[in-house]
């Protein structure tokens, strides 16, 4: 229920919104993947129910590392862990550098192989498969489970309608050290696929037509549940490429729903275990094999018994639809995912090959980019414009029945202090950090402080160091973290995982970043270090209209600045969401944002993911 009122002291009538917490017995509807993740979620209160936007701790069903492996082992000891906690939960595949014969890189894998012994972790060696392969087959990612990587085509494991996303190397040493991370459950995606593919078009070209077609964001940092009645017609093997490459669609989950052709799928897995032994009449029957750990009959059983789908009501942020049968095999590119052209277009231009590693065996023979023979005869393609659209849907209905959240002891209940804004989209990691202090180890953090932001604008270290010796002050609040709080554009964080991007805008004196959308990769490294995130859109778009030239980003300010100085001030309530802007004339003005949960609160308390894993260590010792 939303609840405008005029807000007091404005200089013109402004309206706050305020949310009411909804009494019903009714239980609100979820996603698939609102489910699934509610399974595996930790600490919730009694009756909460999951949703997209939400924080909570999550113990995943399994976590894999692959090569990266070496370097989660030397976090995990740094933090103090000596045990996993759940052997079982963790899963080493040797799959990137398999090639690589180099001393150095057989010790590397040595060391991996002879630590998954000393603590019992599943282990399979370089030359065994590629790792979110073995997942699949081995039954790790498993239907109607939560199983994360610290790879980004974890996404792949929403083929077998398997929760799959990605973490970053902290993550993955505190599940190790714990059997749990946090997670934000991102916004819910519907993707409808309609009709059946002609003879000749893959899943590959499904997926590659969808980042084409639907390329401006739509699924940027989005859970995407497949639909529709053209998903029957998919093979399981469709399904993992599609899901796989929602990666470079810009998702952090593709899942496809469980449904009868899944089912069949794992009896066929089921048959092929009992295939492993036979009997003769000369020397009887051979044993039957060992019941496998995680692909066996009780398991599909009780899957089948109990298949999750999503509530007739569930909420979506947008509904993307595509015409399978009118789909054409494509071809990604150039340079980027989100260009596709349909291949009878480019076989009319006759493009010609200067190198012939084989785009497809009949343009090599033909000299220029073309479909195998089979395909030249174009008559059964219904079109070569595929059929889709999409409709973005209102959340405000959902997010307006959200209770406040409690805010925990030690964590601030209000972020205040001076508004800088950064105007400008897909501000990077390296813009925010330099690379060329990135592998400099021993930078401490108040050198790292001195050169945030330089490859972006060089001035706003010392603005940040000036306004922070302003704020100095002790807040009149006991319960208010001051600082200068960093507005931007879109996409923020993008780019590299360096750690270090957070840790300096940390150290600057920079406690909360508000933008219209954060890098995923760099929202867990800011949480991981204590850096809180909010996204505003509708203060990025005032604040655009009002400091920038033609109101739009990436030129910088109206005065040609990198980094403007408004002269706000800002104050933001951490259990309602409430923000109150004092604009440079005392006008005050009304926003709202998503709470942050008790997890991310508790890791703030922690000083981070490590702080809070060596937390957890010392209890347990206790």
Known sequence: MLAPRPYNGSSKILFRIRRFATVSNAKPPQTFIEKVVQRYALGLAPGQTVRAGDYVMIRPEHVMSHDNTGPVISKFKAIGASRIFNPKQAVFTLDHDVQNKTDKNLKKYATIEAFARSHEVDFYPAGRGIGHQI??????????????????HSNMYGGVGCVGTPIVRTDAAAIWATGQTWWQVPRMIKVELSGKLSPGVTGKDVIVALCGLFNDDQVLNGAIEFTGDGISALDIDDRLTIS?????????????????????????????TELRTF???????????????????????????????????????????????????????PNSVKISTPLPDL?????????????????????????????????????????????????????????????????????????????????????????????????????????????????????????????????????????????????????????????????????????????????????????????????????????TPQQKRGNGGLRGELTVNPGWDIEVEMATGSVVVTTDTGEKRAYSVQPVGPSVQELWTCNGLEGFVLQKLKSEAV
Request: include cysteine.
């Open 279 to 333: 009997s003769s009449p000369k020397i009887g029957s051979a044993p039957p094999p060992p019941e496998h750990p995680r692909l066996n009959r009780k398991r599909l059983n009780d899957l089948s018994a109990a298949v999750l789908t999503s509530d007739p009501d569930a909420t979506y942020s947008s509904h993307l639809r595509l015409d399978l049968s009118t789909l054409v095999p494509h071809v990604s590119g």
């Open 347 to 547: 076989t009319a231009k006759k493009i010609a090959i200067n190198k012939a590693p084989a785009v497809v065996a009949a343009s090599a023979v033909k000299g220029y980019i073309c479909g195998p023979d089979h395909l030249q005869d174009q008559s059964h393609f219904s079109s070569q414009v595929p059929g889709y659209s999409i409709t973005s849907s209102s959340v405000a209905s959902s997010n307006a029945a959200r209770k406040e959240q409690a805010v925990i002891s030690g964590f601030p209940k209000v972020f205040s202090g001076r508004l800088l804004f950064a105007p400008q989209d897909n501000l990077n990691t390296d813009g925010i950090y330099p690379g060329k202090y990135t592998y400099q180890d021993d930078m401490t953090l108040e050198q790292q402080a001195k050169v945030v932001m330089e490859n972006y604008d060089p001035s706003f270290a010392p603005m940040v160091a000036g306004l922070t010796r302003d704020l100095s002050t002790p807040s009149a609040n006991a319960n208010s973290k001051r600082g200068v709080i960093l507005v931007s554009g879109y996409n923020f964080g993008t780019g590299s995982s360096r750690e270090q991007a957070a840790t300096a805008l940390k150290s600057a004196g920079v406690p909360l970043v508000i933008s219209g959308s954060f890098g995923d990769i760099f929202k867990r490294n800011a949480i991981n270090n204590a850096l809180i995130c909010m996204e505003c859109p509708e203060l990025v778009r005032d604040l655009t209209e009002a400091y």
């Open 244 to 272: 796989n490459m929602t990666t470079e669609w810009g998702a952090l989950a593709g899942v496809f729903p469980v449904d009868e052709k899944l089912l069949q799928w794992y009896e066929s897995m089921l048959k092929k």
């Open 135 to 152: 997942l699949v087959e081995e039954g790790y990612a498993f239907p109607q489970t939560l199983t994360v990587a610290s790879d980004s």
